[in-house]
């Protein structure tokens, strides 16, 4: 049983940055992925980054060269640098942990969200 709190998020000017921290109660590596989803209102939830188990990245083409997701598994935590920020950037921002089974299915579990919000 895996429990993931987000914390880090606040208000922020554009152009500004935030550090978003995800701690799981277990090992990171006990999945095949962490990442990061975002949802702004009236919106589907986006990935933004993942990190396999392997320590492979992704990026939403909207955030490369701006946020980093980087991990310290010693302490079991995921991290979502997010640097020049942007009001597009607004959104709750989940921290999930990812299953993936042979059948295609991905497995979730969801942090509470935490929201960023970017003025201008």
């Known amino acids: 049983q895996v429990q993931l709190v987000e914390s880090g998020g606040g208000l922020v000017q554009a152009g500004g940055s935030l550090r978003l921290s995800c701690a799981a109660s277990?090992?990171?590596?006990?999945?095949?992925?962490m990442a990061w989803y975002r949802q702004a209102p009236g919106k589907q939830r986006e990935l933004v980054a993942s990190?396999?188990?392997?320590?492979?990245?992704n990026y939403a083409d909207s955030v490369k060269g701006r946020f980093t997701i980087s991990r310290d598994n010693a302490n079991n935590t995921v991290y979502l640098q997010m640097n020049s920020l942007k009001p597009e950037d607004t959104a709750v921002y989940y921290c999930?942990?990812?299953?993936?089974?042979?059948?295609?299915?991905?497995?979730?579990?969801w942090g509470q969200g935490t929201q960023v919000t970017v003025s201008s």
């Open positions: 990190i396999t188990s392997g320590g492979r990245t």
């Open positions: 999930s942990a990812e299953t993936w089974l042979r059948s295609g299915v991905r497995r979730n579990y």
């Open positions: 277990g090992s990171i590596f006990s999945f095949n992925a």
